[in-house]
């Protein structure tokens, strides 16, 4: 599942001592923290006696300023601060640590009783050791006829929580093996049915699940150009910008066309959009003070023992901005591509440079807008183009790609793109049904020799804490589409409408999608009007989506309380960030909107969050394996009211090549 994030790191050096005498480099409230400011706050808990030899940082981090701080900012010094979540392994407990980066100071150290961080780099290497060395498990892979133990890859997975008192309290992971051979996917041949459950802090194995000798494959399933075959001939294909790119970037803040926004990176939920905004007749309009991921879970459906517990919350378990990969050019993006690097923290607290973890570029984006005259042949025509800011998580298997897009005609676009190796499982029959199975169905999908795809699901939450127009007063509205019945109102039988009904509290605004009537949401502000008297807005508009089909008292649907519903508005809380809740490792469930909602506050002429759960149903095929083409899903904020026309107008003719 998961491989070393960063290499293993001593004691502070020297160099990040000389760095704390640096000044602090940041320019404004929402700057991500600079390698300075990461290496300072490892150093004042040092200095505070707060660090051990077996103390590990699960994440460092800029502690957000509050919003209003922020909006009120226009130059001048700044409060600063950092927010650090630690693992004490000796003892078993999480910390959590506010520090004052301009004092120097330490100002809050509390444990978060109970409370299990997400993975970290070590955890991978104790794994490894520990199971490796576990007598039984030797056994179990001498019993399958496999000696080489180093070509051997052990992926550790996040428990889960089901209850079991052996668990409870203790730092548990799942080792699977796959036989790598000299191979490079090791996942064409999974070792099935064979689970070490492995407590890292007793540093021991304390449970060996065997259901039984599965032949492994033997089969290679490798894609790199040289195992791919002959290669299709292509020619150059290349996107020439001679005058340079269109956007600017200052700091963190981008600039393109009548777009302004500004980025920043979070170990765990990677890239964060904020303070977004249109400008408009001189002035530039708030659509959106932060934008992220706020959790993702991948539930399998396989019942299995060897399978029960993979639903991996990639982003809460593991740390999607800690799983981010530098970005390859020309492929991972084009070549006009403008990289943005971060520094991140390693598990001693030390700062790391993640080269090329972002990317900002511009591309064609088809036809904008067009009208051809048929009476006298006069035609009018503007090519689009859009500025897309990206990056890519790997987790284990999978990548993820994350891609915001800023349209011309004022629309904001979330593109999730998803690729990588699909997770499998070994099996004996030569003939294994696949996905055409009859009477009770399959469970997976046959793609090589000896080799099953699971079906699965992907779910991702977003979290818009939308501004239209105002960082408060905004409102949601549902949009449903019916017909009207025959009658005197619709005498032709023709007739639709549109209604509108306000969601005015957090258990009114849980909703899902209908495809009957066209549902989606728009978020107004009804004390700003457009020319035409009616209040600006922006519509949420969704894309794919599919309803979980774990059960409701699962232990995934417990803990992913955001998958009953694909649609929820709360009121603004700067403490309210994760959809799962903060810590959902090993965590039971009923943590986050699941619980913020039970309060059923007001959502009406307030600041609002939006919080949508896209879902994709991944039922395998064979052009999957052995790696998967992009899939695309996502959805997007369009402008209803916001403009009094359409914005684009003023695009101009593209210039000839």
Same mark, same amino acid.
């Given at each position: ?51 051990? /030899? ?55 150290? #509390? ?5 299990? &961080? &997400? ?87 304390? #449970? ?16 790199? /150009? ?40 979070? &170990? ?109 042949? *006069? ?51 030569? #003939? ?13 999908? #046959?793609?090589? /020799? ?40 619709? &005498? ?108 059923? +506050? ?18 395998? +095929? ?7 083409? *992009? ?13 009094? +026309? ?12």
């Amino acid at each position: 599942m998961i491989a070393a994030m960063f290499p293993r790191r001593g004691p502070i050096s020297l160099t990040f001592l000389i760095a704390l005498s640096l000044p602090l480099q940041a320019a404004h409230p929402l700057d991500p923290l600079s390698r300075e400011e990461i290496a300072a706050t490892r150093e004042v808990l040092r200095s505070a006696g707060k660090l051990h /030899e077996t103390t590990r940082f699960a994440s460092i981090d800029l502690d957000e300023p509050a919003k209003a701080e922020v909006l009120a900012f226009h130059g001048g010094n700044f409060p600063r601060h950092a927010s650090a979540i630690l693992y004490e392994r000796a003892t078993n407990s999480t910390w959590e640590a506010l520090v004052d980066l301009r004092a120097g100071r330490l100002d809050s150290w #509390k444990q978060v009783a109970g409370a299990q &961080p &997400p993975f970290l780099n070590e955890d991978y290497f104790l794994v490894q050791k520990i199971v490796r060395s576990d007598p039984r498990w030797r056994a179990a892979m001498a019993k399958r006829g496999i000696s080489d133990l180093e070509n051997v890859q052990l992926d550790p997975w996040t428990t889960g929580n089901f209850g079991w008192p052996e668990e409870d309290g203790k730092r548990i992971f799942r080792a699977v093996a796959f036989y790598k051979g000299h191979a490079s996917n090791a996942y064409a041949r999974p070792v099935e049915g064979l689970v070490a459950t492995v407590d890292v802090s007793a540093m021991k194995v304390i #449970k060996l699940t065997d259901t039984g000798v599965v032949p492994v494959a033997k089969a290679s399933a490798d894609f790199d /150009e040289k195992s791919a075959g002959p290669l299709r001939g292509e020619k150059a294909l290349r996107i020439d910008q001679p005058g340079g790119p269109g956007f600017t970037v200052e700091g963190n803040e981008v600039r393109w066309q009548k777009w302004r926004f500004r980025y920043g990176f979070h &170990p765990r939920e990677g890239l964060v959009l904020y303070t977004v905004g249109y400008e408009d007749a001189g002035r530039v309009r708030s659509i959106l003070y932060r934008g992220s991921l706020s959790e993702m879970v991948v539930p399998y459906a396989d019942p299995g023992t060897a399978w029960y517990f993979r639903n991996a919350f990639d982003e809460g378990e593991y740390g999607l901005g800690r799983m981010t990969g530098s970005l390859e050019p020309l492929t991972d993006a084009p070549a006009n591509a403008r990289f943005l690097d971060v520094y991140l923290n390693d598990d001693a607290g030390a700062p790391v440079l993640l080269e090329r973890a972002a990317a900002l570029y511009e591309r064609d984006g088809g036809l904008l807008w067009k009208h051809l005259d048929p009476g006298t042949g *006069v035609n009018q025509s503007r090519r689009a183009r859009e500025l897309v800011l990206t990056w890519i998580a790997t987790v284990g298997n999978y990548d993820y790609g994350f891609n915001w897009i800023f349209h011309q005609d004022g629309r904001l676009e979330m593109e999730v793109d998803l690729t990588g190796i699909m997770e499998t499982k070994g099996t004996g029959a030569e #003939k294994e049904i696949g996905h055409r199975a009859h009477g009770n169905g399959s469970l997976a999908q #046959k793609v090589a /020799e000896n080799v099953l795809a699971v079906n699965h699901q992907h779910f991702f939450n977003f979290r818009l804490d939308v501004d239209i127009d105002s960082p408060g007063g905004n409102r949601v509205v549902e949009m449903n589409t019916e017909s009207v019945p025959p009658g005197p109102l619709n &005498p032709q039988k023709n007739a639709f409408v549109m209604r509108e009904t306000s969601l005015a509290t957090e258990k009114q605004a849980q909703r899902n999608l209908n495809l009957a009537a066209n549902r989606c949401w728009e978020v107004l502000n009804p004390s700003r009007e457009n020319a035409l008297g009616e209040p600006v807005g922006y519509i949420f508009m969704p894309g794919e989506n599919a309803i979980p089909y774990a059960d409701p008292q699962s232990s995934v649907r417990r803990r992913a309380g955001f998958l009953n519903a694909q649609f929820w508005v709360t009121p603004y809380r700067r403490e309210e960030r994760y959809a799962a809740g903060d810590y959902i490792n090993q965590n039971p469930g009923g943590e986050g909107l699941a619980k913020w909602t039970l309060a059923d +506050r007001s959502v009406e002429d307030t600041d609002v969050v939006v919080w949508y759960t896209l879902g994709v149903t991944h039922i395998p +095929r064979p052009e999957d394996w052995p790696v998967m083409p *992009v899939h695309r899903a996502g959805f997007q904020l369009m402008p209803a009211g916001f403009f009094s +026309r359409n914005p684009a107008l003023d695009v101009p003719h593209s210039p000839a090549p």
